[in-house]
């Protein structure tokens, strides 16, 4: 058995990649064993992130949007534009072209910062040592005084819905279509879901979204979550709330379709689809990953049980991203890899919980980061929030982008930011400004007096901001001061 490594890293996704890399450029001997592989068995790093998540999504979801601008838009601005035809396989192509580039990108990194990267499944055995199965089927032992697992998630499966990669597919077979489905079904109205639903609706499928529970989008803000159905509604979706699925079966023949079962306020339901998604949630990749000998706990769901700083109840041991509690997104695991490396290095990095930001990439985009108004009523925390349509913001009026709104929380009392929330254009990059203002404790008044460029969409944040405590100049506050 080898000992040749400070630090294994067990997966290269954004937890896994980014530990990697920061421990190296820290100086400790770096080894990152990652299971995903091309055709000739090489390993190919970068998680469900780079191969079939974030940034396969964004692709698909910034191709289908100047599709549907150049249908519905451009008239508007006085361009005409006729014959227009979606040619989805080249789409295709240019999504798995942005993939190659990131994932040898971050195969570039690797050899940069001196990470060793290993072709296997890596499982943790006891006395942090981990076994590589490499693809050959060899095993190979090796300690390290430090272990990062950071095995990641995988989509849920439900009975109902069984996925046969043809007709009813996960997120991953959503991203490889062929041809755009006449009739599309998505189960599950989450992020995922809308995100999905969204890219095959504005090429022409005709979209029912069915969810289960009777609330849209529980954890945004509820005046920006009942804004975005409005508009989804609009842009075609067909959002059934309330509907719960309970079976499905796929017609076989020529031309496939599948017949789904739901039950809703009225009774038991039938639909049938030409292709259903499921996007029901993401559940940790554990099984498999800790010999029972390795001390390692797992919870009820199968998540890696860690404090807040990501270590696990045997010393030397971590576990951070979708592996670990919290919400499954890249940004979250990047950070508590940064965080895990640099404890190993001795410093006392942290990983700030409270402002996490959440996007959901649909057009308008919605970002938010920190309270809703819906939280802080049950804190029984007293708050003023102002808020700024884009509906009289400039830059968006003459960008055509006008759906939405900005809205800022503070503390009553102290005036204190406590949230932000952005349905509109842009609203990721909008929000993130508010996330840095926010690590430094901004009060609203601070982002008041912060001076904006005109003509920007920022200037709905900063009006937002100053509405709070009724000094608004563009729009007429509803707080007077
Ligand atoms: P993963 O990215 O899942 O990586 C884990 C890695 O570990 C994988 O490469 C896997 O092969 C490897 N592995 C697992 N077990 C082993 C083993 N035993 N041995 C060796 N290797 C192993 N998040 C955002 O923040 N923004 C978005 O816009 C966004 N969009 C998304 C869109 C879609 C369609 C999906 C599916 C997800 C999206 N996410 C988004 C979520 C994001 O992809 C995940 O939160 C993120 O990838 C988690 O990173 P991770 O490193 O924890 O795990
Ligand atoms: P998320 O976890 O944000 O990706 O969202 C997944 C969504 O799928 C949740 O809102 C669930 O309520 C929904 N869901 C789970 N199971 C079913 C089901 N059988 N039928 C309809 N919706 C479901």
Known sequence: MSNKYDVIVIGAGPAGYVAAIRCA??????????????????????????????IPSK?????????????????????????LKMDVPAMIARKAKIVDQLTGGVKQLFTANKVEGIAGVGKLLANKTVQITKHDGSTEEMSAENIILCAGSAPINIPPAPVDNDTIVDSTGALEFSAVPKRLGVIGAGVIGLELGSVWA?????????????????AVDNQLAKSALKIMTKQGLDIKLGAKVTGS??????????????????????????????????????????????????????????????ATAVAGVWACGDLVRGPMLAHKGMEEGVMVAERIAGKKTQVNYDLVPFVIYTHPEIAWVGKTEEQLKEEGREYSVGSFPFSINGRAMAANESDG?????????????LGCHIIGPSAADLMQQMVIAMEFSASAEDIGLTM????????????????????AIHGVNKRKR
């Open 405 to 417: 709104m900005v809205k800022i929380i503070a503390d009553a009392k102290t005036d204190r930011v």
């Open 452 to 471: 904006f460029s005109h003509p920007t969409l920022s200037e709905a944040v900063h009006e937002a901001a100053l509405a709070v405590n009724g000094h």
């Open 249 to 310: 079966k796929v017609a076989k023949g020529k031309a496939k379709s599948v017949t789904v079962n739901y039950t809703d306020k009225d009774g038991e339901q039938e639909i049938v689809f030409d292709k259903l998604i499921v996007a029901v949630g993401r559940r940790p990749v554990s099984e498999n990953l800790l010999d029972e000998k390795s001390g390692v706990e797992l919870d009820k769901r199968g998540f890696v049980v860690v404090d807040e700083t990501c």
């Open 202 to 218: 504005r090429l022409g499928s005709e979209v029912t979204v069915l969810e289960a529970m009777d609330a849209f989008l529980p």
């Open 25 to 54: 450029q820290l100086g400790l001997k770096t080894a990152c064993i990652e299971k995903w592989h091309d055709d000739k068995k090489n390993a190919v790093y970068g998680g469900t992130c780079l191969n079939v998540g974030c």
């Open 59 to 83: 692709a698909l979801l910034d191709s289908s949007h100047k599709y549907a601008e150049a249908q519905h838009d451009f008239k508007t601005h006085g361009i005409s534009a006729s014959g």
